[in-house]
């Protein structure tokens, strides 16, 4: 604690015998405290990679922590509130991102926090990252594209809530009645083109607005929480039917994936670990029928990351695999289909399969210890047919404290889970999370997904900085962005919220988060969780690919730290602002 030995004492304080800060005694209970408090420092996850900074790091994360300093006086005050942003607010650093977004992205801590090299990207599911603006563009300009509602589109209301989708149907086609009028048939296709033109509010331009005010959770919707989980999570999935049924059409689906491999290497990501439900159907480019299978989907996709990663920019890009995810809401047939599947793609596609993982609101769906059963019955077929399909499940991404939802976090952990997606009431539980600690169970946290659906308020109040204090090892993903509002593909904005809102975190907590990310994504070749262990205990000590790429992530992260120096060398001095 920093004292000030010149401040004047008063005629009053001698005369009431008041104790001085300089009072030996006094000075005696303020180190007690500052070491109580490192001591507890000394328990966080991140306490190691802080005590492996170079001095070069040490100084880079000083500045960024003047930067943050000064932008808190500058930015996050009420003052020069322009005309775009929304009236009666007030600002403060950590508020809510749907308030916060356009003032965090002119900020110099956002440009920093951009320009790190964030390592890998362990929890994003792929149908929900594509940009609803993109995918409309691009189903307005492919031949053949169709769309159907569950009923007439002929008011606001009925806009707002009916069903719809889109595919492909090949050659063009009329409709005797318009997609807009009460003429309409439930489930009769129109041609996209067609129901665009005729788009009753605004024609081509509002029928854009349209389908991504549609597929897109607006602030509005975010900001209100006492509307609850289950109204918001029915948004959320009616965005992932609208954008899955656009985005799964092969010339779609391969456009989309080059402009997403962009700009992950653009957001400083060097590899994914994409989760995606594989529900829908995938459509062969002139196809108007779809695929039974997936098989296609993989083929194009694999095609589409070697075509990138020859390419100059994507030279050096470590790439990318799947997590296999089936809904979490599927009776036991189904269910066991959709294991099937998995195991048939896993061994057509070794190198793009890395695991499997249960989605859906966990509140709704079945919960793991319902489902284990089939869990078990998938690892005995895993054996059968010669393949190690690991888990990596979604568990405790809700707001019960001991219900059957909470206690998914149980089943994940003695189910052999290598990480949890979420684990956001993981807080609530000593014991479990001494075990995830034991286990070396990595937490993929979401703040701003949590915050959009409605588990947090704000990054202010999100539990995250509980697990780091305890000593969980965390990474740090965007979930669902292009669902979520968050209008850029990356972990810029997830790391800028954490930044800001938490103040024991800092550009080195960051960076401890990038090198937990690529210590635990999950690399091809396949491990066997006693290779696994080993290597994530290992870190970049150790040998093989693990090891290598996070020895490859620290040579950037200091080249990154160079950079901070120079390019803002005028906060490197103590006297400039507080450390």
């Known amino acids: ?89 007030n600002h403060y650093p950590g508020m809510m991102f749907s308030l916060a977004k356009q003032r965090m992205e002119r900020s110099k801590t956002y440009q920093i926090v951009k320009r790190m090299p964030k390592g890998a990207l362990l929890h994003a599911h792929l149908d929900g990252m594509i940009d609803s603006d993109f995918l409309v563009d691009q189903v307005l300009a492919t031949d053949g594209m169709v769309l159907q509602a569950s009923q007439a589109l002929d008011t606001v209301e009925a806009r707002e809530q009916a069903s719809v989708t889109f595919e492909y149907k090949g050659s063009s086609r009329s409709t005797t009645s318009s997609l807009w009028s009460d003429g309409y048939h439930s489930g009769e296709l129109v041609p996209v083109t067609e129901a665009a033109t005729s788009f009753p509010d605004g024609g081509r331009e509002g029928f854009k607005a349209w389908v991504v005010g549609r597929s897109t959770i607006n602030p509005e919707e975010s900001l209100n929480h006492h509307r609850g989980l289950d109204a918001i999570w029915e948004n959320f999935k009616d965005c992932f039917i609208i954008l899955g049924s656009i985005f799964r059409y092969e010339p779609i689906f391969r456009a989309s994936l080059q402009r997403l491999f962009r700009q992950l290497r653009d957001d400083g990501i060097q590899w994914v670990d994409f989760r995606m439900a594989f529900v829908a159907k995938y459509w062969k480019e002139g196809h108007s029928e779809p695929e039974e299978t997936q098989e296609a989907l993989f083929q194009a996709f694999d095609e589409e990351l070697m075509k990138y990663q020859a390419t100059e920019e994507g030279q050096g890009w470590w790439g990318c695999r799947f997590i296999w995810t089936t809904i979490r809401t599927y009776g036991k047939k189904e269910m066991v289909e959709h294991m099937k599947q998995c195991i048939a793609i896993k061994k057509a596609f070794p190198h793009l399969v890395a695991g499997y993982d249960l989605v859906g609101q966990e509140d709704r769906g079945r919960t793991l210890a319902d489902l284990t059963p089939e869990l078990f019955w998938f690892k005995k077929r895993c054996m059968e047919e010669g393949v190690d399909i690991p888990f990596f499940f979604h568990a405790g991404e809700c707001l019960g404290d001991g219900d059957e939802t909470d206690q998914n976090l149980f089943d994940a952990v003695l189910l052999g889970t290598r990480r949890i997606g979420h684990g956001f009431s993981l807080y609530k539980h000593p014991l479990l999370i001494e075990l995830v600690k034991q286990k070396q169970i990595l ?78 994504a999950a690399y091809w070749p396949d491990q066997s969780s006693k290779e696994w262990n080993k290597d994530v205990k290992d870190g970049k000590y150790g040998e093989g690919v693990r090891a290598n790429r996070m020895r490859e992530w620290t040579a950037e992260w200091n080249k990154f730290c ?12 103590d006297e400039e602002g507080p450390s």
């Not at 010149?6 to 180190?31: A, C, H, K, N, R």
Request: negative net charge; hydrophobic residues 35%; aromatic residues 8%.
């Open 1 to 89: 604690m920093t004292l000030d030995p010149e401040s004047d004492v008063s005629d009053w304080e001698i005369e009431e015998g008041l104790p001085q800060p300089t009072d030996q005694f006094i000075q005696q209970y303020y180190q007690g405290r500052d070491a109580l408090i490192e001591q507890e420092k000394a328990q966080r996850s991140d306490n190691s990679f802080r005590q492996s900074l170079t001095p070069l790091a040490a100084a880079a994360c000083a500045i960024v922590s003047r930067i943050r300093a000064e932008e808190h006086q500058t930015i996050w005050t009420n003052d020069n509130v322009d005309d775009t942003e929304v009236s009666g607010i």
């Open 562 to 573: 160079q950079w901070i120096i120079m390019e803002f060398s005028e906060y490197g001095s």
């Open 443 to 520: 937490i993929e946290s979401c703040p701003i997904s949590n915050e959009v659906l409605r588990l947090t308020s704000s990054i202010k109040s999100h539990p995250l900085p509980a697990l780091l204090a305890r000593g969980v090892r965390v990474a740090l993903s965007n979930d669902d962005p292009a669902i979520l509002g968050v209008g850029k593909n990356g972990l810029t904005h997830d790391y800028w919220q954490a930044l800001q809102g938490w103040e024991n975190l800092g550009l080195e907590g960051l960076g401890s988060l990038a090198e937990n990310s690529v210590r635990y």
